[in-house]
């Protein structure tokens, strides 16, 4: 089953951890053992321009254990986000995570809007703090 309109909602330049519950077809949490792999994207439309770097496993997306429990941590970086050129106060992109399951099997397990805010003060994209 996959999660449909999970909304995720940052600021340029922050460093953000997404969670995911993924469930299965019944509901329940879906076993992420049964994966070999992940991947999450952003982009400016459905199957559209690629916004920013792709995550995957091990490193951007982290499966969480117990694996039965069904939790991913989407790991976005500052840089990630520090340079993309939001066009005003904000943007409206697309996410979508994808697994990979034995056998090169695809499903799409979560999906949504994406909205990235424009950092007003800059912290994480080069400049200082002064306390």
Not at 29 to 37: A, Q, Y
Not at 94 to 99: F, I, T
Request: charged fraction near 20%; hydrophobic fraction near 40%; aromatic fraction near 8%.
């Amino acid at each position: 089953m996959t999660a449909t309109q999970q909304k995720v909602e940052m600021w340029t330049g922050d460093d953000v951890i997404v969670p995911y519950w993924v469930v299965n077809e019944y509901g329940a949490p879906e076993d992420l053992g049964d994966f070999t792999s992940f991947a999450f994207s952003v982009r400016d439309q459905p199957r559209g321009t690629l916004a920013f770097a792709t995550k995957t496993a091990p490193a951007g997306v982290v499966p969480q254990l117990p694996l039965t429990a069904g939790l991913l941590h989407v790991v976005i970086n500052s840089a990630d986000t520090a340079d993309y050129e939001v066009g005003g106060r904000k943007v409206e992109l697309y996410c979508e995570l994808e697994g990979i399951k034995t056998g090169t099997k695809v499903k799409t397990l979560a999906e949504g809007p994406f909205v990235l805010h424009q950092s007003i003060a800059g912290v994480g994209v080069g400049e200082e703090v002064t306390p």
